[in-house]
């Protein structure tokens, strides 16, 4: 628990801090207080009937835990150029693949004539006539949504094998290598 506390404290002590290296622990530590609080207030905001809340600690934790994860990949190696552009494209192909996913969804509504009045307000869902041309749309819709899929699913891979990997042992152009205690000893 107090190794929670101090990664906790050391991160939004550091919250614009972007250069540096930060030992494996320090990451997850902090990142799983981030899940706790996460949840809870997802539970709160469920309970309470609220829609803010988990939004409101999401927009608290961007900055620190970006710096977070970033100075967690200075210890592997990873530049901060090729993580910022790495997350933006994670981003988009998250965001694009939660486009297609809309778009299909209420394309396929259309055409199959589903009933979707519970889940879009005053949406008419008229039942259409079998036609090849739209299926080869939607099919086409599809496998755009799954390549942005596929490519937002990989880069997470990559991050997350990054992240759960030990430090590199040596000085490197971010700093020197500090096992958690060390670091802790340090920056305490």
């Given at each position: 628990?107090?190794?929670?506390?101090?990664?906790?404290?050391?991160?939004?002590?550091?919250?614009?801090?972007?250069?540096?290296?930060?030992?494996?622990?320090g990451y997850w530590y902090a990142?799983?207080?981030?899940?706790?609080?996460s949840a809870i207030v997802q539970?709160?905001?469920?309970?309470?009937?609220?829609?803010?809340?988990?939004?409101?600690?999401?927009?608290?934790?961007?900055?620190?835990?970006?710096?977070?994860?970033?100075?967690?990949?200075?210890?592997?190696?990873?530049?901060?150029?090729?993580?910022?552009?790495?997350?933006?494209?994670?981003?988009?192909a998250f965001l694009f693949f939660?486009?297609?996913?809309?778009?299909?969804?209420?394309?396929?509504?259309?055409?199959?004539?589903?009933?979707?009045?519970?889940?879009?307000?005053?949406?008419?869902?008229?039942?259409?006539?079998?036609?090849?041309?739209?299926?080869?749309?939607?099919?086409?819709?599809?496998?755009?949504?799954?390549?942005?899929?596929?490519?937002?699913?990989?880069?997470?891979?990559?991050?997350?094998?990054?992240?759960?990997?030990?430090?590199?042992?040596?000085?490197?152009?971010?700093?020197?290598?500090?096992?958690?205690?060390?670091?802790?000893?340090?920056?305490?």
């Amino acid at each position: 628990m107090d190794n929670m506390i101090f990664a906790t404290k050391d991160m939004f002590r550091k919250f614009f801090k972007f250069s540096g290296r930060l030992p494996r622990s320090g990451y997850w530590y902090a990142y799983a207080v981030y899940i706790i609080l996460s949840a809870i207030v997802q539970s709160l905001d469920d309970i309470l009937g609220l829609d803010f809340l988990d939004m409101i600690l999401t927009v608290v934790f961007f900055v620190p835990l970006l710096s977070l994860s970033i100075r967690r990949l200075h210890d592997v190696g990873v530049s901060t150029a090729k993580a910022v552009v790495l997350y933006v494209v994670t981003s988009i192909a998250f965001l694009f693949f939660g486009f297609f996913l809309i778009i299909i969804v209420a394309a396929a509504s259309v055409y199959f004539g589903l009933d979707l009045s519970g889940l879009i307000s005053g949406f008419d869902a008229p039942v259409a006539a079998p036609d090849p041309s739209v299926m080869a749309g939607m099919s086409a819709l599809i496998v755009i949504g799954l390549i942005f899929l596929l490519i937002a699913l990989i880069i997470s891979i990559y991050f997350l094998v990054k992240l759960c990997k030990k430090g590199e042992e040596k000085t490197n152009k971010y700093g020197k290598y500090l096992s958690w205690e060390d670091y802790r000893a340090e920056n305490g």
